[in-house]
Nanobody, 124 residues
Framework: QVQLVESGGGLVQAGGSLRLSCAAS????????MGWFRQAPGFEREFVAA????????YYADSVKGRFTISRDNAKDTVYLHMNNLKPEDTAVYYC?????????????????WGQGTQVTVSS
């Protein structure tokens, strides 16, 4: 059974940092792009960051550029999201996903496998 399991979420004060991890099991996704999305209560799911299969290309939402960094370790089938200088508006459930369909990296419809999400709460 294919699974994506996110971890690393939690409660942090504004200005703090967290590192999210997304580990794949059941099969390898090392040949595919990976992305992070987030959803806050009452809002639609939005794109956060993405990385291509070999890690040489990365993509970020304007709201997180300069603060978040996405990376991957294909040997561990794991993708990371390093989040610095967190703000209260970053509070959301964060999801990782596998991009197996053609299209822009910031489009959720180009991703098919999704994790269950991890909660990130940033207090002011």
């Amino acid at each position: 059974q294919v699974q994506l399991v996110e971890s690393g979420g939690g409660l942090v004060q504004a200005g703090g940092s967290l590192r999210l991890s997304c580990a794949a099991s059941g099969r390898t996704f090392s040949g595919y792009g990976m992305g992070w999305f987030r959803q806050a209560p009452g809002f639609e799911r939005e794109f956060v960051a993405a990385i291509n299969w070999n890690g040489r290309s990365t993509y970020y939402a304007d709201s997180v550029k300069g603060r978040f960094t996405i990376s991957r370790d294909n040997a561990k089938d794991t993708v990371y999201l390093h989040m610095n200088n967190l703000k209260p508006e970053d509070t959301a459930v964060y999801y990782c996903a596998v991009k197996r369909m053609y299209g822009d990296y910031n489009r959720s419809r180009t991703y098919d496998y999704w994790g269950q999400g991890t909660q990130v709460t940033v207090s002011s």
